[in-house]
């Protein structure tokens, strides 16, 4: 079993940027795969970025393609998302999800473990 806790969500500006970071604990972490999704009010769930365990193949939504980079540090158990040249279209709340198959996929439902989330907000 795998338990998620995100953090470094906040408000800042079109055009900065923030890190979010997802704390994980259980012995499966290094070798499932995790992934960022955001869910914006009144809309689904979607699929932000993932990367499998061992952190050389990394995928993302072509909305944040360029501007998100996803990493890991299975050593300390977390992943980060570092968001840059936000816009108001990534606001959102931000979760944190594992995979204990390790498949890496762009589907919410591959994912068994997430974290509650963290809000970020990008105001114009």
């Known amino acids: 079993q795998v338990q998620l806790v995100e953090s470094g969500g906040g408000l800042v500006q079109a055009g900065g940027s923030l890190r979010l970071s997802c704390a994980a604990s259980?012995?499966?972490?290094?070798?499932?795969?995790l992934g960022w999704f955001r869910q914006a009010p009144g809309k689904e769930r979607e699929f932000v970025a993932s990367?499998?365990?061992?952190?050389?193949?990394?995928y993302y939504a072509d909305s944040v393609k360029g501007r998100f980079t996803i990493s890991r540090d299975n050593a300390k158990k977390e992943v980060y998302l570092q968001m840059n040249s936000l816009n108001t279209e990534d606001t959102a709340v931000y979760f944190c999800?594992?995979?204990?198959?390790?498949?890496?996929?762009?589907?919410?439902?591959?994912?068994?473990?997430w974290g509650q989330g963290t809000q970020v907000t990008v105001s114009s």
């Open positions: 999800a594992a995979d204990p198959l390790g498949r890496a996929g762009t589907s919410a439902g591959e994912y068994v473990y």
């Open positions: 259980g012995r499966t972490f290094s070798t499932s795969a």
């Open positions: 990367i499998r365990w061992y952190a050389d193949s990394s």
